[in-house]
């Protein structure tokens, strides 16, 4: 079941928050998450329910064994938990099998919690519950963030919320939901008209509304997350910070999926040595690491490709760092971006014939315009602005300082009045996504999210 979608929207939700806050005791609330969660992941993929409450419990009786230190234990459970994730992505590259449900993401967040027992950064969860609401905990359960169990481990026993926080977690889901909804989707709409058209300026048009795509479902995806969390009581690590702002591949991939990225860095690329053994191993290391992101997506050849890619143009950027600092913001920013969105050409096409087309379009084979690819760009003007401004740091500038303008209303003791007025606003604009939102999903349903199949 997708966030956007309008029985979560307007049945499931409400109930589960309703019976959440009836219930008095932390531990009767994760009992009500936990039921939540099983029926949201059973509402998708009932026939997978078994494998993640038997990995779940798997993990659960590995990790008193790894906390004794046995490496042993500590390969049969992060082999046993790869072991099942390849199987699966393998069988659905070659196979009708369908991928279960945020496998990724959940055998990602299983292994660190058995490698941190076994370094001794937390410790095995005492009870199966506590577990299995860490791991299926339907916020976080389809598209992350790939959450670490040390992160939550005293939220799940205890934590607080309050109406403010009620409120700025729905906030942030709805704002979340826009970014799908009204955004992602309407750009993967043209993405695909401009699929259809044999023409090169189709095709650099289409990359582009793929790059605003993808970055506005996953971020959407995200921030709802995110809500959905505060909403609880839980505080989930951040996922995206303005990536298309990025002056460089490397603070793209600072910026870009985070927590994916920490994952790589903090339980791969450092443990291989990092930078620590010269330069070649350091690339040595990096291919290893881009190698596993590539095939983290999927097993098919474009995903493997687009590691890769990215791995040999960080390679080439550490040995230009210096160079490239004396180059102005925005030309860095231009080029950072240009790299970026040939490499999601490369993430978009499976099919490799497919890819190769495209690229050939792009770079020359074929007429380059057409009267019906001008007709299309006339019609998406309006939502590439929308596009464009809210990628940019623009919003976050307008945020920041109506933050500093209510600080220093509450300096002059008027505080309580803006405070209200800031409140009303952000229920009103929050209402009105919310509304126009359920308008463009009545008769229609969203796409399904390109990340939950990962």
């Known amino acids: 079941m997708e966030f956007s979608n309008l029985f979560f929207l307007y049945i499931f939700l409400p109930l589960t928050i309703a019976v959440y806050f009836l219930v008095p005791q932390m531990r009767g609330k994760n009992y009500v998450l936990i039921a939540a969660s099983l029926i949201f992941y059973a509402m ?7 494998l993640l409450l038997l990995t779940a419990y798997a993990n659960y009786a590995l990790a008193f064994r790894v906390q004794s230190g046995s490496r042993a234990m500590l390969a049969a459970a992060v082999g046993g938990n790869l072991a099942i994730l390849c199987l ?18 959940y055998t990602f967040q299983l292994i660190s919690y058995q490698v941190d027992i076994y370094r001794g950064t937390t410790r095995p969860a005492k009870y199966f519950s506590k577990l299995l609401l860490y791991v299926s905990m339907f916020p976080k359960m389809v598209m992350g963030p790939i959450v670490r169990y040390e992160q939550i481990e005293k939220q799940l026993d205890r934590r607080r919320t309050n109406p403010k926080a009620v409120f700025e977690g729905a906030v942030r889901f709805v704002v979340g939901l826009a970014k799908k909804v009204l955004i992602a989707d309407y750009a993967y709409g043209v993405y695909d008209q401009l699929s259809k058209q044999a023409f090169g300026g189709a095709a650099w048009l289409g990359a582009l509304m793929f790059m605003f795509y993808i970055y506005f479902e996953f971020s959407g995806c995200t921030d709802m997350a995110i809500g959905l969390g505060r909403i609880f009581g839980f505080r989930y690590a951040e996922n995206f910070d303005i990536p298309y702002a990025s002056s460089s591949i490397t603070e793209f991939w600072r910026r870009w999926h985070i927590t994916l990225g920490s994952f790589f860095r903090d339980y791969v690329y450092i443990p291989l040595g990092g930078n620590r053994k010269g330069k070649a191993r350091q690339i040595l290391n990096l291919l290893i690491v881009w190698a596993l992101t590539g095939l983290w997506h999927g097993t098919s050849l474009n995903f493997l490709l687009w590691g890769l890619y990215f791995f040999v143009l960080l390679a080439i950027e550490k040995q230009l760092v ?11 920013n231009l080029v950072t971006m240009f790299f970026v969105l040939i490499g999601w050409v490369l993430f978009a096409h499976e099919d490799m014939a497919e890819l190769g087309n495209t690229f050939a379009m792009m770079f020359g084979k074929g007429a380059f315009w057409s009267s019906s690819v001008t007709v299309i760009l006339k019609n998406s003007v309006p939502l590439l602005l929308l596009c464009l401004l809210g990628s940019s740091v623009l919003p976050r500038w307008f945020a920041s300082l109506w933050s500093i303008l209510l600080v220093r209303q509450k300096k002059q003791a008027r505080f309580s009045l803006l405070q209200t007025l800031h409140a009303v606003s952000l229920f009103l604009f929050a209402a009105l996504l919310l509304y126009l939102c359920t308008a463009s999903l009545v008769g229609a349903s969203s796409k399904p999210s390109l990340y939950a199949s990962f």
């Open 44 to 50: 998708g993929q009932p026939y997978y329910l078994p």
């Open 88 to 105: 699966f992505k393998l069988l659905g590259q070659f196979t009708s099998v369908v991928l279960p449900i945020g496998i990724s993401f």
């Open 322 to 332: 210096q160079k490239l600092e004396r180059v102005p913001f925005v030309v860095r």
